[in-house]
């Protein structure tokens, strides 16, 4: 297991920032179970570990789950395959169409995890995509329009850019909420110990610093433009 020193190394000259902009938004997005993501012309890529937990999830064997739900990647990344869509609207194979919800929430493949603030379009250079179909980013992009210029806001940005420790921790907690969130539980534990850093955080506290952080990481300029069409 990596420890502190090279676990800090690391973490500081080899994570892109934008990741900590793109946690920091997945901390505050709220999905709303629209289902819109999970049907029409785009489908989810799923690796073996993907699929031995949809496998595990389910009760059955991993060969059955690939043969029951998957096709292969038109793409070809290696080591994947994609979900069959095959429901209504071409949704997906996974998702409870009538409900518009997955069947496999807590268990759903990565990809789907980190839809969509952490799954930045690879065709746009923006770090966030926001995406016009999404009804959890409408109302993302609302609640950003309405905070910020918002002046406790502004002043916890201040307050949050001028104190270097409490940036750092900030950045660590993001990367074990990540962790966390990918299933990757063991890992995020270890990190917390090596670091000093208690998980959970104070649930408030966390979500105005996620606030704070993206905002004086993010211009946020052209979201007076976006236009919800779900
Ligand atoms: S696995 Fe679940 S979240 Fe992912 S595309 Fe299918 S229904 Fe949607
Ligand atoms: S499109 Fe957005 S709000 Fe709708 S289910 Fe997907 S992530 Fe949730």
């Not at 379009?121 to 609640?143: N, P, Q, R, W």
């Not at 104070?202 to 946020?220: G, H, W």
């Amino acid at each position: 297991m990596i420890e502190k020193e090279s676990f800090l190394q690391w973490f500081y000259t080899e994570i892109p920032k934008t990741l900590f902009s793109q946690i920091a938004a997945q901390v505050l997005f709220r999905c709303e179970n629209c289902g819109e993501c999970c049907r029409g012309e785009g489908y989810a890529l799923v690796d073996e570990a993907d699929l031995h937990e949809i496998a595990r999830t389910l009760g059955i064997s991993p060969s059955k789950a690939r043969a029951r739900f998957t096709d292969p990647d038109p793409e070809k990344n290696p080591g994947c395959r994609i979900l069959k869509s095959i429901g209504p609207e071409r949704s997906c194979c996974l998702l409870d169409a009538q409900a518009k919800r997955c069947t496999i929430y807590n268990h759903r493949p990565r990809i789907c995890r980190t839809f969509p603030m952490l799954n930045a379009d690879t065709e746009s250079e923006e770090i966030i995509c926001f995406y016009s179909d999404c009804l959890g980013t409408a109302k993302f992009v609302k609640m950003l329009q309405e905070n910020r210029c918002d002046p406790k806001v502004q002043k916890d940005i201040e307050s949050l850019a001028g104190n270097e420790e409490r940036l750092q921790a900030l950045k660590i907690l993001l990367f074990v909420w990540l962790r966390r969130m990918m299933g990757e539980i063991e890992e995020a534990e270890h990190i917390c110990r090596i670091t000093e850093i208690s998980f959970p955080p104070e649930e408030s506290a966390f979500q105005r610093d996620c606030l704070a952080y993206f905002l004086m990481t993010i211009t946020t300029d052209g979201l007076d433009e976006y236009q919800y069409e779900g």
